[in-house]
């Protein structure tokens, strides 16, 4: 059963709150809901509510967690779970190779990181060329009469 965008967000939420948490190792647990509201910039009290699941995440606040956490806009209506399911044991070892690498760097490392990513990504998504955008040179058979 698909899950509609309350569930979505909610979940969403919970994964970036979770996620929040392991990069903290050395914060005590117990105040974490605190610090991940003021990396927000929201209340620690509103983020109760949501994390207990007594409020729902509006667009503003949804958009507002993508700001604050640099994440693409949307990135808290959409399901992330194929991310998830690496397809086969190589892919798996980078996912959890690259994760690890990640959680266990120090901001500006992390920053590097995605920095290259990103770069990579966008030259991959790049048009290639095609055979229109080449300079144009007769065919041997268009300069037969």
């Not at 503003?60 to 194929?82: C, F, N, S, Y």
């Not at 690890?100 to 995605?114: I, N, T, V, Y």
Request: aromatic share 6%; net charge positive; hydrophobic share 35%.
């Amino acid at each position: 059963m698909a899950m509609d965008s309350r569930q979505i967000r909610h979940k969403n939420f919970k994964k970036l709150f979770d996620d929040f948490v392991d990069c903290h190792p050395q914060e005590p647990r117990r105040g974490m809901l605190k610090l991940f509201a003021e990396r927000l910039g929201l209340s620690d009290r509103y983020l109760s509510h949501i994390k207990c699941n007594r409020k729902n995440i509006g667009n503003h606040v949804a958009r507002t967690i993508e700001q604050r956490l640099k994440l693409p806009h949307g990135w808290m209506d959409r399901e992330h779970d194929a991310f998830n399911m690496p397809s086969d044991d190589k892919e798996k070892l980078f996912v959890e190779t690259a994760l690890s690498l990640f959680r266990a760097q120090p901001h500006e490392a992390r920053e590097l990181m995605l920095d290259l990513l990103r770069e990579k990504l966008h030259v991959l998504n790049e048009p290639t060329p095609t055979k229109n955008d080449s300079p144009a040179i007769a065919s041997p058979l268009e300069t037969l009469p």
